[in-house]
């Protein structure tokens, strides 16, 4: 119920309250007075009868003129209390009547002169109004119905209440006009209000009332004002928050007092798998112990700090930070999987290095020194010389492979594009491998469609890439046959090499294309092999843009192949 509505209906149950009040009021004093003047009356109507009762005989057509004339119940009564007259009975009726001696008027009209009484008439049936004055002859008592008094008292309330309903009428029609005075500019003030509750801070009350409502508007007018500056602060202040907190590469968690996750950033959902919008239950976070302690510990007043932990294969470093006033808690989470790995990667580059360097430096060195010391038969001298030149080409090789792949890896090479004929650049890689294949018994073939002729790359790349495929696909292959082929795929041409050698067990099938990793180690440097020689496949590869891929049976062969996509004008 609206504002009006209430003070018209508040007013309508005051103005009603009233006017059935004063009804009552009025009502019950008209009633005394109207009693109490026709008491009086009766009082001085009976002195009258009294005073013409002068004779016995003749009662009771005295009480029947006497009636008449006053329009009033005349009774006389002798002092035994014997009916002689009564207007409203014939004479022959009188004798039926009860004795009156008992009466309560006539018995204090002859104990005081006058007597009064208010009850039912046991001869009319009626409730009536007695008045009864002392005679010289006995009592002369005048009584009236008090359904006469009790119609002008109806009478007298209806009136008063027409009148009360004509007033209520003007009053609440004026309450009306006051309610909307009152009203409309505290509804206002409320929708107002409200809109500034919901967020619109551009409202603002339009009305200039004298007083307290004046006051009103004024102060939400200014308080609109306060809350849209300082709401435009914290909005900035927050967004500025929020893109520092998402530009970081820490992960970041903001948890309430009460467990409930407030704020990720996208770094942290990226390492923590979380794809839920905030906020949400701590427990939902992940299921890591460490993790889950160490957030329990912050909320509880308990700081950690730098702690590893892994989650997802990644390994993390972990701080807690509990707010200040136990209003909850921050995590912090550090991506070292790349450190880690990095790590990793030079420990074992510098193992890896180190061991394909001792074996040809162990070599040369010991044939060195046995050229030194002693002097061998020329036929001895020439094989250990060969030894040592085969020794330090391989160095060389391995120097060389190594400076190729640092200078691809820095960014130092950019692949300089061109059309490169590949039935040429695959006809000089299968005369390059040809040699070394006719000694162990292996067939070199070249297959090149006519769709296929010709791709947009780095010329020096591609015949890397051949070189280093094919070389690879002949040191492994003890018999069979190797092919060097090209195809047009839909989205660019494939070059690669296919052999029938002895196969990449699975599990190794995914890290040939790493540094120094062999299947074989063994057998890889007895083939001459430095392990570098797919890592700069791939690197040469992908910086055109490609990829590259191996598929393996063991047993029956391998095939290596670099995806090179059409160049994009």
């Given at each position: 119920?609206?504002?009006?509505?209430?003070?018209?209906?508040?007013?309508?149950?005051?103005?009603?309250?009233?006017?059935?009040?004063?009804?009552?009021l009025a009502?019950?004093?008209?009633?005394?007075?109207?009693?109490?003047?026709?008491?009086?009356?009766?009082?001085?109507?009976?002195?009258?009868?009294?005073?013409?009762?002068t004779?016995r005989?003749?009662a009771?057509?005295?009480?029947?003129?006497?009636?008449?004339?006053?329009?009033?119940?005349?009774?006389?009564?002798?002092?035994?209390?014997?009916?002689?007259?009564?207007?409203?009975?014939?004479?022959?009726?009188?004798?039926r009547?009860?004795?009156?001696?008992?009466?309560?008027?006539?018995?204090d009209?002859?104990?005081?002169?006058?007597?009064?009484?208010?009850?039912?008439?046991?001869?009319?049936?009626?409730d009536?109004?007695?008045?009864a004055?002392?005679?010289?002859?006995?009592?002369?008592?005048?009584?009236?119905g008090?359904?006469?008094?009790?119609?002008?008292?109806?009478?007298?309330?209806?009136?008063?209440?027409?009148?009360?309903?004509?007033?209520?009428?003007?009053?609440?029609?004026?309450?009306?006009?006051?309610?909307?005075?009152?009203?409309?500019?505290?509804?206002?003030?409320s929708?107002?209000?409200r809109a500034?509750?919901?967020?619109?801070?551009?409202?603002?009350?339009?009305?200039?009332?004298?007083?307290?409502?004046g006051?009103?508007?004024?102060?939400?007018?200014?308080?609109?004002?306060?809350?849209?500056?300082?709401?435009?602060?914290?909005?900035?202040?927050?967004?500025?928050?929020?893109?520092?907190?998402?530009?970081?590469?820490?992960?970041v968690?903001?948890?309430?007092?009460?467990?409930?996750?407030?704020?990720?950033?996208?770094?942290?959902?990226q390492l923590?798998?979380?794809?839920?919008p905030?906020?949400?239950?701590?427990?939902?976070?992940?299921r890591?112990?460490?993790l889950?302690?160490?957030?329990?510990?912050?909320?509880?007043?308990?700081?950690?700090?730098?702690?590893?932990?892994?989650?997802?294969?990644?390994?993390?470093?972990l701080?807690?930070?509990?707010?200040?006033?136990g209003?909850?808690?921050?995590?912090?989470?550090l991506?070292?999987?790349?450190?880690?790995?990095?790590?990793?990667?030079?420990?074992?580059?510098?193992?890896?290095?180190?061991h394909?360097?001792?074996?040809?430096?162990?070599?040369i060195?010991?044939?060195?020194?046995?050229?030194?010391?002693?002097?061998?038969?020329p036929?001895?001298?020439?094989?250990?010389?060969?030894?040592?030149?085969?020794?330090?080409q391989?160095?060389q090789?391995?120097?060389?492979?190594?400076?190729?792949?640092s200078?691809?890896?820095?960014?130092?090479?950019?692949?300089?594009v061109?059309?490169?004929n590949?039935?040429?650049?695959?006809?000089?890689?299968?005369?390059?491998?040809a040699?070394?294949?006719?000694?162990?018994?292996?067939?070199?073939e070249?297959m090149?469609?006519?769709?296929?002729?010709t791709?947009d790359?780095?010329?020096?790349a591609?015949?890397?890439?051949l070189?280093?495929?094919?070389?690879?696909?002949?040191r492994y292959?003890?018999?069979?046959?190797?092919?060097?082929?090209?195809?047009?795929?839909?989205?660019?041409?494939?070059?690669?090499?296919?052999?029938?050698?002895?196969g990449?067990?699975?599990?190794?099938?995914?890290?040939?294309f790493?540094?120094?990793?062999?299947?074989?180690?063994?057998?890889?440097?007895?083939?001459?092999?430095?392990?570098?020689?797919?890592?700069?496949?791939k690197?040469?590869?992908e910086?055109?843009?490609?990829?590259?891929?191996?598929?393996?049976?063991?047993?029956?062969g391998?095939?290596?192949?670099?995806?090179?996509?059409?160049?994009?004008?």
């Amino acid at each position: 119920m609206r504002l009006a509505q209430r003070l018209l209906v508040g007013s309508l149950v005051v103005i009603g309250v009233l006017v059935l009040f004063m009804v009552a009021l009025a009502s019950e004093r008209l009633r005394t007075r109207l009693y109490t003047q026709t008491t009086d009356e009766l009082e001085r109507e009976a002195r009258v009868v009294a005073a013409r009762w002068t004779m016995r005989s003749g009662a009771d057509a005295l009480a029947d003129s006497l009636g008449a004339i006053l329009g009033h119940r005349v009774t006389l009564v002798d002092s035994t209390g014997q009916v002689l007259g009564d207007s409203d009975f014939p004479e022959s009726d009188l004798g039926r009547l009860e004795n009156h001696s008992t009466r309560p008027e006539i018995v204090d009209a002859r104990r005081s002169g006058v007597g009064r009484s208010q009850r039912a008439s046991p001869s009319r049936g009626d409730d009536e109004l007695y008045v009864a004055v002392r005679a010289p002859l006995g009592t002369a008592r005048v009584a009236v119905g008090t359904a006469t008094v009790g119609r002008i008292v109806a009478d007298a309330r209806r009136q008063v209440l027409v009148a009360g309903a004509a007033a209520t009428v003007a009053a609440l029609l004026l309450a009306w006009l006051f309610s909307r005075s009152v009203s409309r500019p505290v509804t206002e003030l409320s929708a107002v209000a409200r809109a500034i509750a919901g967020g619109d801070l551009m409202r603002r009350p339009s009305l200039a009332a004298p007083g307290e409502i004046g006051d009103l508007a004024e102060a939400l007018h200014r308080m609109a004002e306060q809350l849209a500056a300082r709401l435009e602060a914290l909005e900035r202040n927050d967004a500025l928050m929020t893109a520092l907190v998402d530009s970081l590469n820490e992960g970041v968690l903001a948890a309430d007092a009460r467990g409930t996750v407030v704020r990720v950033n996208a770094s942290a959902r990226q390492l923590l798998a979380i794809d839920r919008p905030t906020p949400f239950a701590a427990e939902l976070v992940t299921r890591d112990r460490t993790l889950r302690d160490a957030l329990a510990g912050a909320l509880a007043g308990e700081a950690t700090d730098g702690v590893e932990l892994s989650i997802g294969g990644r390994t993390l470093l972990l701080t807690a930070r509990p707010l200040p006033g136990g209003g909850g808690a921050v995590l912090a989470l550090l991506d070292l999987t790349t450190l880690r790995r990095l790590e990793t990667v030079r420990r074992d580059f510098v193992a890896n290095v180190s061991h394909e360097l001792k074996t040809p430096l162990t070599i040369i060195g010991g044939f060195a020194e046995t050229l030194d010391d002693d002097d061998p038969p020329p036929e001895k001298r020439r094989q250990f010389i060969q030894a040592i030149r085969t020794n330090a080409q391989r160095m060389q090789r391995l120097v060389d492979d190594l400076l190729d792949l640092s200078r691809i890896e820095s960014g130092g090479w950019r692949p300089r594009v061109a059309a490169v004929n590949l039935r040429a650049a695959i006809a000089d890689t299968v005369a390059a491998v040809a040699g070394a294949a006719r000694a162990n018994g292996i067939e070199v073939e070249a297959m090149v469609p006519d769709d296929a002729a010709t791709i947009d790359a780095d010329p020096l790349a591609v015949r890397q890439v051949l070189a280093n495929l094919a070389e690879n696909a002949v040191r492994y292959t003890t018999a069979g046959r190797v092919t060097v082929f090209a195809r047009r795929e839909r989205d660019g041409v494939t070059i690669g090499v296919t052999d029938t050698g002895v196969g990449i067990p699975p599990e190794h099938l995914s890290r040939i294309f790493e540094r120094f990793y062999r299947v074989d180690p063994g057998r890889s440097r007895d083939a001459g092999g430095t392990g570098l020689g797919l890592a700069i496949v791939k690197h040469l590869v992908e910086s055109h843009g490609g990829r590259v891929a191996a598929t393996s049976v063991v047993g029956q062969g391998t095939t290596v192949t670099a995806i090179f996509p059409d160049a994009r004008g």
